[in-house]
């Protein structure tokens, strides 16, 4: 693409007085269109079927390994007494953790003006809806008879003649996770909708007019229609904002709200929160870097970005670590046995491996990014976030399995093993989870168009104003 | 869609929608816009590939009435999640949980909340669509391909044929002297609007086709059927297993009830082949066909077959399990037989003259030793026992005479046996093997003490009375000497 040379610019330093742009080389409205439609334009890239060729096999794995556990039974799984809540429940809380970049991109930097969400929301967002659909799965298969998953909705039943019980915690999390999975969804597909109609206005192709035409819905980018976009927008970004919240907050009221030592903790919801906030954006860094790479989208996703997403992976794992030193502490501070048994157990138990890997990796290996050089080293960066990634799955694992494993009774103490079909299901998760991704990059508006536009309009506004300031000093 | 115009209509000209303006910055297309705006013109309308700020104003934008969309749907979600579940949890299905009562606001609390933001999010979206009369496929500008870059780089502005100061000339005028790179009449798009025929007959396929499979389940539901339900996957109360009494391909002899597995111990059974629990040795008694059915059963139950027949296998092996039953040894003929012999009133001789089997005791190998250690703790034991359960009748020295006898000798009732005299000659000449069956089974008026006493209390009342019997029948002789007592 022919830009007007331009001074190589590092936006990672704050220029006094003036904004830093968000977007390198010298776009122009048309060459960021160019950019991002070009993608689904123009054949995939060699490594594209590559990773296609993986995940897709993975995913279909993943599917034979549900069929299997139906027709078979839970018992395919490592889940046994005392450990019931094994793999299928560290896999959802991980998913789910992962789940809360995109809309926390999406709507909590919105609300705080943080301009610089633009380039990345799509493909977090995306991120969201794909790790929900992973998160969604296992909770519906690990209810044992998964063909009645349905019952856990309130509906008048003919055969039942009852209803859900409300004071449950896990009925809550069906409610949260249901109406974060939806309402994210919907949040995706409005804010595709001038993407969409892009699309539609550079196809050549009647067919393909056609559907992105459907997609889009015939937005014309009438100004009130814009008007009441940007307002439908606002409104949802602050229903999304508590909602991002509430939906790991009930997660971890799953375990807090049960009697057992090491769950039973007023400290879960923002530890919780903290943690999926973490995951989440160490996952989005992980699928970005190679995507910035692979399509040449250096320019959109600029070096800016990913330095303010380690940031933010910086201070959320720090307060992930506050969280795993402040358990101890309580555990000290409340002089009750089983609590201090149970931390005790967990750091120097059987599984103190798995509590080591979480802690090292979570609390550690992030503090790289106190220095600069990390935050600018696209490789170092990217072995971080799969470092974090291991991590927050061992999070997960070390608080499910352990509390679990060894409780009051000594008598009922256990160690879990996951068999090869709980190895399978998280390894074609994720393959699930790369199909999704992969289509979303073949199909679909990977960054948010119009709003990149729109930060080009306002950078310009601010350097003629900052042209214009100093004319008259 | 145009393909589908039919040919008798007139190629005439379409409406006039307006005209509009191109521009290729949104600062350009502002200054325009307030320009035709300041002009009077109320029918505009801005097109631009992202939301430029500042446009609301300059075309004189209303504000929205979506929020109010969102707050109301709000409040109906939040009401919605609070009734359903007050009236679920409290009043159709009411029941406790975690001791907490039926209406645990507190706990409704979390589905509350996220109805609300459920409800207000897909209302905010769907109002938003609403008002904004999306989806909408066509539109006049669509017609014109350059409008195409209108979600690429360029900006439109339109004044609309309908504006109430509309000239046409005039305002074609006006935008030229805005600048725009080009300015262009908008006609309305008069391709026909009907839904293609071919679309319209696919939907309406398309959705009978669906009314099939519930057609199917409503017919089902109301029709009567000899056939059995298909069970995708089964429930819990429908199980493969068969039902009693029926039989089945798996087994070789055909029935379902299988007999029990070899080395099977029935309940209170345990040690049912042991001297020690029957008082006689089952492997040496081997004179009556009760006798036989024991060795069988000891073998049956040693080696999971029966003695000498080991071909015949699970079939076969049903027999002894039938055998034992029928040979119990205190059969009823037999008590009834001894009642009768037994005279009323006379002293408890009438067994002692007639010969064991005839009175219905089998003639088993019965044990002349204890089969326990007599130790002072086990006579101890026994007193302890005898004095608990048997001196009742029997007496406190054995000699028939307890408090119920004394009693009912009172009332002199005529059906009332006298309980056996233990120091008859007859009983102080039993083995020890013979006495504890007779505590374990009863016999006679007198029941089984079996449930009452385990093997061992049974052994030392044995000891006991085999102690009490020497007590009263002692001879100068069987006082020990001082020479004995020294050792």
């Not at chain 1, 999926?276 to 250096?298: C, D, E, H, Q, W």
């Not at chain 1, 157990?345 to 990796?361: K, Q, V």
Request: aromatic share 14%.
């Amino acid at each position: 693409m022919a830009s007007i040379a331009s001074p190589a610019i590092d936006n990672t330093i704050d220029i006094p007085g003036r904004r830093t742009p968000l977007v390198l080389g010298n776009q122009t409205y048309a060459s960021v269109t160019h950019m991002v439609a070009r993608i689904s334009e123009e054949a995939q890239p060699a490594i594209w079927w590559i990773a296609f060729a993986i995940a897709f096999p993975l995913m279909l794995m993943f599917g034979g390994l549900i069929g299997y556990l139906i027709l078979t039974g839970v018992g395919v799984w490592g889940n046994m007494s005392p450990v019931f809540w094994g793999w299928p429940i560290v896999n959802f809380v991980f998913w789910v953790g992962i789940g809360h970049a995109g809309t926390l991109i999406s709507a909590i930097l919105f609300l705080f003006r943080q301009n610089w969400r633009t380039s990345i929301n799509r493909a977090a967002e995306a991120m969201t809806i794909f790790a929900v659909i992973c998160a969604g799965t296992f909770p519906g298969i690990h209810v044992g008879r998964a063909w009645l998953a349905f019952w856990l909705t309130p509906y008048p039943s003919l055969n039942l003649w009852m209803w859900p019980q409300f004071r449950s915690p896990l009925l809550w999390d069906v409610f949260a996770v249901g109406t974060y999975a939806s309402v994210s969804l919907i949040f995706w597909y409005m804010g595709m909708i001038p993407d969409l109609a892009s699309f539609r206005d550079r196809s050549k192709n009647k067919w393909r007019r056609m559907v992105y035409g459907l997609l889009c819905l015939g937005w014309s980018g009438s100004s009130r229609h814009w008007m009441r976009y940007e307002k439908a927008y606002v409104i949802l970004s602050a229903l999304a904002t508590p909602l991002v919240l509430s939906v790991h907050t009930v997660v971890s009221f799953d375990f807090a709200v049960s009697q057992l030592p090491g769950w039973h903790t007023t400290i879960f919801p923002p530890y919780f929160v903290a943690g999926a906030i973490f995951s989440g954006f160490a996952m989005v860094l992980t699928l970005l870097i190679p995507v910035r790479a692979i399509y040449n989208l250096k320019d959109l996703i600029t070096p800016r970005h990913l330095d303010n997403m380690c940031k933010i992976i910086l201070a959320t794992g720090s307060m992930v670590g506050l969280a795993y030193t402040t358990e101890f502490f309580m555990a000290w501070y409340s002089q009750n046995p089983y609590e201090f048994f149970t931390f005790w157990n967990r750091a120097f138990g059987p599984y103190w491996w798995a509590y080591w890997i979480m802690f090292s990796c979570n609390v550690i290996t992030p503090q790289l990014f106190w220095f600069r050089v990390f935050r600018t080293n696209t490789v170092i960066m990217w072995v971080v976030t799969i470092f974090v990634n291991i991590g927050m799955w061992f999070e997960r694992f070390v608080i499910c399995c352990t509390s679990l494993s060894r409780d009051f009774l000594p008598s009922s103490w256990g160690y879990f093993s996951p068999t090869w079909v709980d190895i399978g299901m998280l390894v074609g998760s994720f393959g699930l989870f790369t199909t999704l991704f992969l289509l979303f990059c073949r199909f679909l508006p990977i960054i948010a168009i119009s709003e990149i536009k729109w930060t080009i309009s306002q950078h310009a506004h601010s350097e003629h104003r900052y042209k214009h300031g100093h004319e008259h000093h | 869609m145009s393909d589908h115009a039919k040919p008798k209509k007139t190629p005439k000209p379409p409406k006039a929608h307006g005209w509009m303006a191109e521009y290729a910055d949104d600062n350009q297309l502002l200054d325009a816009a307030r320009k035709v705006k300041d002009s009077g013109y109320t029918r505009i309308d801005a097109f631009t590939p992202f939301a430029v700020h500042g446009i609301d104003e300059a075309i004189g934008i209303k504000p929205t009435a979506l929020p109010w969309f969102t707050l109301c749907a709000g409040f109906a979600g939040l009401t919605v999640a609070l009734t359903m579940e007050y009236w679920m949890n409290a009043v159709d299905y009411p029941y406790i949980i975690s001791g907490k009562p039926y209406a645990s606001w507190p706990a409704f609390i979390p589905v509350a909340f996220e109805l609300t933001v459920l409800f207000s999010a897909f209302t905010t979206v769907f109002a938003m669509l609403g008002l904004n009369g999306l989806p909408r496929f066509s539109s006049p500008f669509f017609s014109n391909p350059k409008f195409d870059r209108t979600t690429d780089d360029r900006f439109f502005l339109w004044i609309g044929s309908s504006d109430k100061y509309f000239n046409s000339e005039k305002v074609q005028s006006l935008l030229t002297s805005t600048g725009a790179l080009s300015v262009e009449e908008v006609r309305e798009d008069d391709s026909p609007s009907d839904i293609p025929k071919p679309i319209i007959f696919a939907i309406i396929a398309g959705i009978l086709v669906t009314l099939i499979p519930g057609a199917i389940v409503l017919n089902m539901r109301n029709a009567k059927s000899g056939e059995s339900r298909l069970h995708v996957f089964f429930d819990m109360d429908f199980q493969p297993s068969r039902h009693t009494q029926t039989s089945t391909a798996m087994f070789a002899d055909g029935r379902v009830q299988r007999p029990p597995v070899p080395g099977t111990v029935a309940r209170g059974e345990l040690g049912a082949t042991d001297p020690y629990t029957l008082g006689y040795d089952p492997s040496q008694t081997v004179s009556t066909d009760s006798a036989t059915a024991a060795a069988k059963l000891v073998s049956f139950q040693q080696d999971g077959e029966v003695a000498g027949d080991e071909s015949k296998g699970a079939e076969a092996s049903e027999t002894p399990a039938v055998e034992p039953s029928e040979t119990e040894p205190t059969d009823a003929e037999g008590v009834a037989a001894e009642e009768v012999t037994a005279d009323p009133g006379a002293q408890p001789a009438a067994d002692e003259a007639a010969p064991a089997a005839a009175a219905g005791v089998p003639n088993y190998a019965w044990l002349t030793e204890l089969p326990v250690e007599a130790n002072g703790e086990l006579f101890e034991l026994g007193r302890h026992k005898f004095e608990q359960h048997c001196a009742l009748c029997h007496g406190y020295g054995g000699y028939g005479n307890g408090l119920v006898a004394q009693r009912a000798a009172e009332l002199a009732q005529g059906y009332w046996l006298q309980p056996a005299n233990l120091h008859d000659q007859a009983i102080e000449e039993q083995p020890v093997g013979r006495i504890y069956y007779t505590i374990t089974h009863g016999k006679g008026k007198m029941g089984s003490y079996a449930a009452s006493l385990t093997p061992e209390e049974r052994w030392a009342v044995v000891a006991y009375v085999k102690a009490l019997q020497r007590s009263q029948n002692a001879q100068p002789s069987d006082i020990p000497t001082r020479g004995d007592i020294a050792q």
